[in-house]
Each structure stands twice: as structure tokens, then as C-alpha cells.
């Protein structure tokens, strides 16, 4: 068992030799064995253990064991006492879901960077049986194909090296080598779901399938090698439909299994495998439709479903008083300079550059979002006109509507900022100075 103990770490690639083990220790078999596997294996281990106080005396026992384990074994122990119950009505929350937030919240504690870290990983003891009932669990809670690949053996910080071992096995070992362990009467309920999927469920599976266990176990390694190839495919579609303007329309819809590939592409951005139906309905809508998950939107805009964060709009606004050469606000920066006009001027004809005559300038300058109502003169033109008509003139989504600011003067827009100057602050020939203003955006 210790030789096999040895070898899957080293296939699996779990543990490495520098790493200080922090071993969850409840004091039942699998427990017991984990932590004498690896003391055994000769890694430098710490023992944890979590008293919930839930089984009265039991509980103390279970705690005085594990000491004693700890003393036999030469290494370091820690304790933790909760009052789960009263916990668990403060949160509420069930006792079980609780106990596993205070459980693994201690562990992560305790390997957190920092002085007091005890450990570089947290091992626990969970064994092949678990991995089939967790299957089975998933299966049935109706999970993807994500969850029907069992629990991994190594999860960021998260190992579990004993994964390859069946129950059974673990305890015929302990048996055989006189190791001593304590029983956890709890195991024995079925009002918990695994162990009514331990007790009852199984056993009738058994009855049909012998050998149900088993197959559930090469099952997990099938599930495993297909959501590989899966994951592939899918990580290939998102390269080829999320392009930078966003998802082409025509393109996605030809796609086959388009429900499932739409999740895929879209699960990154919060939207769940509910939002779908109502995703795939921007593919007939008319541009400005948009589904909006907790943060993210997608908005359907001509050929192609754009992808945004969802941003609460600024409504702040940013004072420049005259002197301020340089302002920063939401979506980027402007550079403000004074100048005089030459006999050679030559106009910009950048549309992230303003150049506006000076004598129609009043301080303090307003650089704010633009905002229903606000109308300017663009340039080139003699009547008025809203900017929302501009905007929607320029086919401009409406992502791209939120980041458009502008520069206010006494009341005035003199600037729609990256797109066009108003008309009544354009350089004139009787023009002596002129404000150069330069926009640079943020990504």
C-alpha cells in the first residue's frame, strides 16, 4: 500500500519534494493511514484536526486520539474547537455545509502566505469509493461533464493522494498491521446525501451490477480523457468566434451543438447554461438587443454579438480649472496645452484632437459623460444637433455610447471628446491663440 501510496504521487505529480504537508486528521481510517503514509514517505507533515462538538463525548474521543496519533508519530498538531451548531443558526446554514466552510476555511488559513503559515498544501484522505459516490452525486444533481470526471487528485492547494485506494483495501491494511482508528458514528445515518448514496443507493446498483463500483471508476477515467479532447475543441472554437470586435452572427450559428458551444463560449462571462435560450435569440434580433449576466452583457450590434463588462455609468464629473495641463478621468486622459497661432498653422485632422479658439473659452472647463438632452453644433454644420442623434449616426453600439465624454465651457459643449468639435469653437483667421486638448483612452 506505502509502495502504491509512493507511485501514484509520482504519476500524478501531486507533491513536490519541497512542500510541507498539512494532513486533515479526523481520526477514522482513511485519515489514520494518510498521515502515516506520509510520515512514512518522509515528508515533513503537520496534523490538523477539526473538533465541530457535535457528537458529544465521541467528539473527545475523537480529538484524544488523534493527539495520541500525533505523539506516536513525532509531529506537530493543531486543534481547532467550533460550536458548529450555534454557527450554523447564526448563518443559516445546514450543519454539514457549515462544518466544510469552517473545515477547509482553517486549512486555507494555515497555508496562507504569511508568518504564521504551517504548510505549503492541504492533503486530505478521500479514497476511490468517494470518487464513485461524488460521480454519482453529479450525475444526478444534473452537472455537466465537468462534474462526472470525479474529484481531481490535486486541486491548486487541495491533494488527495489517496484517490487510487478502494475502502476496502484501506481497511483490510489497517487490519493487517494491527493499526488502530476510531468509527464516526455519523457515518451511519443516511439523512447526510452521501451516505444515503453509500448505504442505500449502491447496494441496489450492486444487486444488478456486481461490479458497479468498478465501472464507475473506469467511467471517471473516460469522463476524464473526454473532457480533455472537450475542453481542446472548445478552447480551439473560442479562438477561431471570439474575435476582437466580438462573436460573428452567421458564423456562430452554423457552428453544430449550438446550445452547448454557446455555454462554453459564454460560461467565462457569467452567463448560465439557463441564459442560453435567450442568448441564442440575439442571433434573429435587431441590433441593440442585449442579455446581461451578473458581469457581463452581450449585445447583439449588427453581424456581431459584442461582449462587454457590465460598468455602472460615471456620472461624476471632472472640474479643470485653467493652468491644469493634464486631467485623467473614467475611459482615459486629456493633455492640455496652450498655443499661439502661427501664419502657418495647419489644422489636426486626428479625431483624438481638438484644437479650439481660446477666446470662446471660459473657465473652469466640465469634462463629463454626455447625457439625454445635450446638443452641440458639430462642425461644418449651422443647425444643432443632439449628440444622441450623432451617436446613433455614427452606428456607434451601445458599449461604445457609455465611454463618450464630452467638454462643457460656460454652459457649451465645445467637443464630443474623440469624435468632433463643435462648430462655434473652430480656429478662425482672427484666431490669436488656440487650446489643444488631446485625448488618450484607456484600452
Given at each position: 500500500m506505502l509502495s502504491a501510496f509512493r507511485q501514484y504521487i509520482k504519476e500524478k505529480k501531486i507533491i513536490h519534494p519541497n512542500e510541507r504537508l498539512l494532513v486533515a486528521v479526523s481520526g477514522g481510517v482513511d485519515s489514520v493511514l494518510l498521515?502515516?503514509?506520509?510520515?512514512?514517505?518522509?515528508?515533513?507533515?503537520?496534523?490538523?484536526?477539526?473538533?465541530?462538538?457535535?457528537?458529544?463525548?465521541?467528539?473527545?474521543?475523537?480529538?484524544?486520539?488523534?493527539?495520541?496519533l500525533a505523539d506516536e508519530l513525532g509531529v506537530p498538531l493543531l486543534v481547532r474547537h467550533f460550536d458548529t451548531v450555534q454557527l450554523a443558526e447564526t448563518a443559516g446554514k445546514g450543519i454539514q455545509e457549515l462544518a466544510r466552510d469552517l473545515r477547509y476555511g482553517w486549512f486555507n488559513t494555515l497555508i496562507a502566505q504569511g508568518t504564521e503559515q504551517v504548510a505549503d498544501i492541504i492533503l486530505t484522505a478521500h479514497h476511490a469509493d468517494d470518487n464513485i459516490e461524488t460521480l454519482l452525486m453529479q450525475f444526478f444533481r444534473g452537472t455537466?461533464?465537468?462534474?462526472?470526471?470525479?474529484?481531481?487528485?490535486?486541486?491548486?492547494?487541495?491533494?488527495?493522494?489517496?484517490?487510487?485506494?478502494?475502502?476496502?483495501e484501506l481497511l483490510e491494511y489497517a487490519k493487517a498491521n494491527n493499526i488502530s482508528y476510531v468509527e464516526d458514528s455519523s457515518n451511519l445515518s443516511d439523512k447526510y446525501t452521501r451516505n444515503y448514496f453509500r448505504h442505500a443507493v449502491l447496494p441496489l446498483l450492486r444487486e444488478v451490477y456486481p461490479q458497479v463500483e468498478q465501472n464507475l471508476l473506469e467511467n471517471i477515467h473516460r469522463f476524464r480523457d473526454t473532457h480533455e479532447l472537450y475542453s481542446a475543441y472548445i478552447e480551439k472554437?473560442?479562438?477561431?468566434?471570439?474575435?476582437?470586435?466580438?462573436?460573428?452572427?452567421?458564423?456562430?450559428a452554423k457552428q453544430p451543438g449550438l446550445h452547448t458551444i454557446t455555454y462554453e463560449l459564454l460560461k467565462p462571462y457569467g452567463f448560465?447554461?439557463?441564459?442560453?435560450?435567450?442568448?441564442?435569440?440575439?442571433?434573429a434580433a435587431q441590433s441593440g438587443r442585449q442579455v446581461q449576466s451578473a458581469s457581463h452583457r452581450i449585445i447583439r450590434h449588427r453581424n456581431w454579438l459584442v461582449i462587454t463588462e457590465v460598468k455602472l455609468r460615471p456620472e461624476g464629473m471632472v472640474v479643470v480649472e485653467e493652468g491644469v495641463r493634464q486631467v485623467d478621468f473614467a475611459v482615459g486622459t486629456?493633455?492640455?496645452?496652450?498655443?499661439?497661432?502661427?501664419?502657418?498653422?495647419?489644422?489636426?485632422l486626428e479625431a483624438t484632437v481638438a484644437q479650439l479658439n481660446e477666446n470662446e473659452i471660459r473657465y473652469p472647463l466640465i469634462v463629463r459623460p454626455w447625457k439625454?438632452?445635450?446638443?452641440?453644433?458639430?462642425?461644418?454644420?449651422?443647425?444643432?444637433?443632439?449628440?444622441?442623434?450623432?451617436?446613433?449616426?455614427?452606428?456607434?453600439?451601445?458599449?461604445?455610447?457609455?465611454?463618450?465624454?464630452?467638454v462643457e465651457t460656460?454652459?457649451?459643449?465645445?467637443?464630443?471628446?474623440?469624435?468632433?468639435?463643435d462648430e462655434r469653437f473652430k480656429i478662425k483667421e482672427s484666431t490669436v491663440s488656440l487650446l489643444e486638448l488631446k485625448f488618450f483612452p484607456q484600452p
Open positions: 498521515a502515516r503514509f506520509c510520515v512514512e514517505a518522509g515528508y515533513l507533515v503537520t496534523l490538523a484536526h477539526c473538533n465541530f462538538q457535535l457528537r458529544g463525548e465521541e467528539s473527545k474521543r475523537d480529538e484524544a486520539f488523534v493527539r495520541t455537466g461533464l465537468n462534474g462526472l470526471c470525479g474529484m481531481e487528485p490535486r486541486q491548486n492547494k487541495l491533494v488527495r493522494p489517496l484517490l487510487f485506494a478502494r475502502k476496502s472554437l473560442r479562438k477561431k468566434l471570439i474575435q476582437p470586435k466580438g462573436i460573428p452572427v452567421l458564423l456562430l448560465s447554461a439557463a441564459q442560453v435560450p435567450e442568448v441564442l435569440r440575439l442571433l486629456l493633455s492640455i496645452e496652450t498655443r499661439s497661432k502661427a501664419d502657418n498653422w495647419q489644422p489636426q439625454t438632452g445635450d446638443y452641440f453644433y458639430p462642425l461644418g454644420m449651422k443647425k444643432k444637433k443632439k449628440i444622441s442623434r450623432f451617436l446613433i449616426d455614427l452606428k456607434m453600439p451601445v458599449h461604445q455610447k457609455e465611454r463618450v465624454y464630452v460656460a454652459g457649451r459643449i465645445a467637443w464630443v471628446i474623440g469624435y468632433r468639435i
